[in-house]
């Protein structure tokens, strides 16, 4: 017998939900049973509803050692504030620890938590972690595709991300989830060539190893893949879920023992809806995740009218083999009103309630 599905929360809410016990509350209130266990919160605030890492890049902006290369109001992906090291200047100078800011942000939500876990005692605080990459890419541009010029910006955010994650991990006892973001690896992967995007997916792989190699023994993540979305509108439109059951693929082909892969997210879909063509699903067939690794199909698209997204539903499990768990492409922060956020759940909710597809015969 099948398990239920779930819905997952990616991490953002919209603006209004602007505290820990509103963002918790949402998703425990709009999910009910279907709640797959972990609750958002620490990405409370107006900042991090739309754009995840700008606070982040706005404490960059603060720091002495870099100087800035472009400013930008952050009304599109490329409007943004970059930076440079200045001459002579290292990222050692820095409290990369304090511009992070994962457990301070835990920390403020570790009230909310408990008194939730009062009634149901197996939630977990989702703690979104964007890569070192992803950070770095933001902030730093292009100098991260260059190995020489990249490693004095990448290895003091991946060593500040880990202290980041040891301390959440010690400060919640075990009652956390980190989601690790990929928007950029996975951006990276979507946009290269089916015949060179495995070597490219490999060296993301083995960073995610490195980095999770360091987190606390018996510590639990998730991956979330995603192509940069907007206003709800993803950076990238692929035809089919190639470049993420790759990207998948290899994550948990380099992934440390000893530390729990829990799910992976896949983004699914133009902003609008979610395919109902079989080719777009048939990769799904090529996954090679861990048993105990949940997919989430990141396919609820509020808009969709239900019956065609049901059917999509269908043809992805179909190929897949398998139930898959349910979300939206994105964080509901994309959402510009609590309203339409509530919508969207609401459609996860109902694709979360549809009958079995029937699993292929070599499943």
Same mark, same amino acid.
């Given at each position: 017998?099948?398990?239920?599905?779930?819905?997952?929360?990616?991490?953002?809410?919209?603006?209004?939900?602007?505290?820990?016990?509103?963002?918790?509350?949402?998703?425990?209130?709009?999910?009910?049973?279907?709640?797959?266990?972990?609750?958002? $919160?620490?990405?409370?605030?107006?900042?991090?509803?739309?754009?995840?890492?700008?606070?982040?890049?706005?404490?960059?902006?603060?720091?002495?050692?870099?100087?800035?290369?472009?400013?930008?109001?952050?009304?599109?992906?490329?409007?943004?504030?970059?930076?440079?090291?200045?001459?002579?200047?290292?990222?050692?100078?820095?409290?990369?620890?304090?511009?992070?800011?994962?457990?301070?942000?835990?920390?403020?939500?570790?009230?909310?938590? +408990?008194?939730?876990?009062?009634?149901?005692?197996?939630?977990?605080?989702?703690?979104?972690?964007?890569?070192?990459?992803?950070?770095?890419?933001?902030?730093?541009?292009?100098?991260?595709?260059?190995?020489?010029?990249?490693?004095?910006?990448?290895?003091?955010?991946?060593?500040?991300?880990?202290?980041?994650?040891?301390?959440? !991990?010690?400060?919640?006892?075990?009652?956390?989830?980190?989601?690790?973001?990929?928007?950029?690896?996975?951006?990276?992967?979507?946009?290269?060539?089916?015949?060179?995007? !495995?070597?490219? +997916?490999?060296?993301? $792989?083995?960073?995610?190893?490195?980095?999770? +190699?360091?987190?606390?023994?018996?510590?639990?993540?998730?991956?979330?893949?995603?192509?940069?979305?907007?206003?709800?509108?993803?950076?990238?439109?692929?035809?089919?879920?190639?470049?993420?059951?790759?990207?998948?693929?290899?994550? +948990?082909?380099?992934?440390?023992?000893?530390?729990?892969?829990?799910?992976?997210?896949?983004?699914?879909?133009?902003?609008? !809806?979610?395919?109902?063509?079989?080719?777009?699903?048939?990769?799904?067939?090529?996954?090679?995740?861990?048993?105990?690794?949940?997919?989430?199909?990141?396919?609820?698209?509020?808009?969709?009218?239900?019956?065609?997204?049901?059917?999509?539903?269908?043809?992805?499990?179909?190929?897949?083999?398998?139930?898959?768990?349910?979300?939206?492409?994105?964080?509901?922060?994309?959402?510009?009103?609590?309203?339409?956020?509530?919508?969207?759940?609401?459609?996860?909710?109902?694709?979360? !309630?549809?009958?079995?597809?029937?699993?292929?015969?070599?499943?």
């Amino acid at each position: 017998m099948q398990r239920e599905r779930r819905v997952h929360f990616v991490g953002s809410l919209p603006a209004q939900l602007d505290s820990p016990e509103q963002a918790m509350a949402f998703a425990v209130d709009t999910a009910g049973d279907f709640l797959d266990g972990m609750v958002p $919160g620490c990405e409370a605030d107006p900042y991090r509803a739309q754009w995840y890492v700008r606070p982040i890049i706005d404490r960059f902006g603060e720091i002495p050692a870099l100087a800035p290369v472009r400013s930008g109001d952050w009304s599109t992906l490329r409007s943004r504030d970059t930076f440079r090291l200045r001459t002579g200047r290292s990222m050692a100078e820095a409290d990369i620890d304090a511009a992070l800011g994962y457990a301070r942000e835990a920390g403020r939500a570790a009230d909310a938590l +408990a008194e939730l876990r009062r009634t149901d005692p197996g939630l977990r605080l989702q703690v979104g972690i964007p890569t070192p990459f992803v950070i770095g890419f933001i902030a730093f541009e292009a100098r991260m595709l260059l190995l020489r010029k990249g490693l004095p910006y990448y290895r003091p955010i991946l060593d500040a991300t880990v202290r980041e994650i040891v301390r959440v !991990q010690e400060a919640m006892r075990g009652n956390v989830v980190f989601q690790l973001e990929l928007a950029a690896e996975t951006l990276l992967c979507a946009g290269t060539p089916a015949p060179l995007r !495995q070597g490219l +997916a490999n060296a993301a $792989g083995r960073a995610i190893a490195r980095l999770v +190699a360091r987190a606390p023994h018996d510590a639990h993540f998730g991956v979330h893949l995603c192509y940069g979305s907007l206003d709800d509108k993803p950076a990238v439109r692929p035809r089919s879920a190639a470049a993420v059951v790759t990207l998948a693929n290899a994550i +948990a082909r380099h992934w440390p023992a000893g530390r729990h892969l829990d799910f992976v997210h896949l983004p699914i879909g133009d902003g609008k !809806q979610a395919p109902v063509r079989p080719r777009y699903y048939a990769p799904l067939t090529r996954l090679e995740l861990p048993s105990t690794t949940t997919v989430i199909a990141g396919l609820a698209h509020a808009g969709q009218p239900l019956a065609q997204a049901r059917q999509a539903l269908a043809t992805a499990e179909s190929a897949y083999g398998g139930r898959l768990d349910v979300a939206a492409p994105c964080g509901l922060g994309r959402y510009a009103t609590v309203d339409r956020a509530r919508s969207a759940v609401a459609h996860a909710v109902a694709l979360a !309630q549809t009958d079995p597809a029937p699993v292929r015969a070599d499943g």
